[in-house]
């Protein structure tokens, strides 16, 4: 049973360019999280989607971020215009439900340099 | 909101000693889960312990436990024999109970533990 897949594993990005980080859940999961963590800090979370629906995307900046989770195929984060302060590691998390105690499987991450 | 602090950025400790990793969070629920994740040089999260909080009884994985002080909102690791492998940063979260929101993890800023042969 393959866990959660990230891809790309590494990217790089100029000031301005789009970056598109793709999220594949565990099998059986329909509950995708996403995490960011900047140099030194914690993760922090940024959206919660479940399967063509985004749930709670208070963490999210308001600008340049949007994420879906489509019927067909892998999560995707994507940032639009990126500057500097965007690299980070990103964290794609899956769960199979929201029952109690649910763990969150994390992903390998993507780690986004901006150049 | 809830918080999750970890006063401790760096710990060291001797290879099969023990070592405690603090954790302080603030809540108003009642009912909530603490994690521990321990994120190694790879940087994928792995899941070194969870507590119910619900649940007295501390929880305790092989050479890992915790003290769950639920009164104090505390929640410290403690890691028997201390191997070269249990060398990561450790990260405590705390995550919202069934029904009161989306169920994201709120994570401290971590600890990195050095392990010394």
């Known amino acids: 049973n393959a866990g959660v897949m990230q891809n790309p594993r590494h990217l790089v990005r100029r000031r301005g360019q789009e970056a598109r980080l793709r999220c594949s859940p565990m099998?059986?999961?329909?509950?995708v999280y996403w995490y960011r963590q900047l140099p030194e800090e914690g993760l922090k979370f940024m959206v919660y989607?479940?399967?063509?629906?985004?749930?709670?995307e208070s963490g999210m900046p308001k600008e340049r971020f949007s994420a879906e989770f489509p019927k067909e195929g892998p999560s995707i984060l994507r940032i639009q215009q990126v500057v500097r302060g965007d690299s980070a590691a990103y964290f794609c998390?899956?769960?199979?439900?929201?029952?109690?105690?649910?763990?969150?499987?994390f992903g390998p991450g993507t780690r986004l340099t901006v150049l | 909101a809830q918080t999750v602090t970890q006063s401790q950025p760096e710990m060291s400790v001797q290879e099969a000693e023990t070592v405690t990793l603090s954790c302080t969070y603030d809540?108003?629920?009642?009912?909530?889960?603490l994690f521990w994740y321990k994120q190694p040089p790879s940087r994928q999260m792995i899941l070194v312990i969870r507590?119910?909080?619900?649940?007295?009884q501390n929880a305790t994985e092989n050479r890992f436990s915790v003290n769950f002080q639920k009164a104090a909102k505390s929640f410290s690791l403690k890691i028997s024999d201390s191997q070269l492998g249990d060398a990561a940063m450790y990260f405590c979260?705390?995550?919202?109970?069934?029904?009161?929101?989306?169920?994201?993890?709120?994570f401290g800023k971590g600890t990195k533990l050095s392990v010394i042969p």
């Open positions: 809540t108003s629920e009642s009912d909530y889960y």
């Open positions: 507590q119910e909080a619900y649940k007295q």
């Open positions: 998390a899956s769960s199979p439900s929201l029952s109690t105690g649910n763990e969150q499987f």
């Open positions: 989607l479940q399967k063509e629906n985004i749930i709670d």
């Open positions: 099998k059986g999961h329909s509950h």
């Open positions: 979260a705390y995550r919202t109970p069934s029904g009161a929101g989306s169920y994201q993890l709120t």
